[in-house]
């Protein structure tokens, strides 16, 4: 059973950076999709960045030229480095999964506060 475990989240001032990191267990067959949401209060979980098996690369807009998602296919491994953070990047962090059947998979969440 493939369970992403997330790691780097934290306090950090604007402008800082922080680099997220998560480890899938388990075998998520090819094609297939690693990624990062966010979720802060009061607000629907959107999608980050998500970075296929086969290289293609998705932002949201607000986060295009500051944040830069990278993957070892080979370890099963996604990261997010995160940089010229602002306030409202604060949020939960969740690590995404899709399998290679189209199962979808949820870390448990790194927290990323911004704030001086």
């Known amino acids: 059973q493939v369970r992403p475990v997330e790691s780097g989240g934290g306090l950090v001032q604007p402008g800082g950076s922080l680099r997220l990191s998560c480890v899938a267990s388990?075998?998520?067959?090819?094609?297939?999709?690693m990624g990062w949401y966010r979720q802060s209060p009061g607000k629907e979980r959107e999608l980050v960045a998500t970075?296929?098996?086969?290289?293609?690369?998705n932002y949201v807009d607000s986060v295009k030229g500051r944040f830069t998602i990278s993957r070892d296919n080979a370890k099963n491994t996604v990261y997010l480095q995160m940089n010229s953070l602002k306030p409202e990047d604060t949020a939960v962090y969740y690590c995404?999964?899709?399998?290679?059947?189209?199962?979808?998979?949820w870390g448990q969440g790194t927290l990323v506060t911004v704030s001086s």
């Open positions: 995404y999964v899709r399998k290679y059947d189209d199962v979808e998979v």
């Open positions: 388990g075998s998520l067959g090819w094609p297939n999709v």
């Open positions: 970075r296929t098996s086969a290289g293609t690369i």
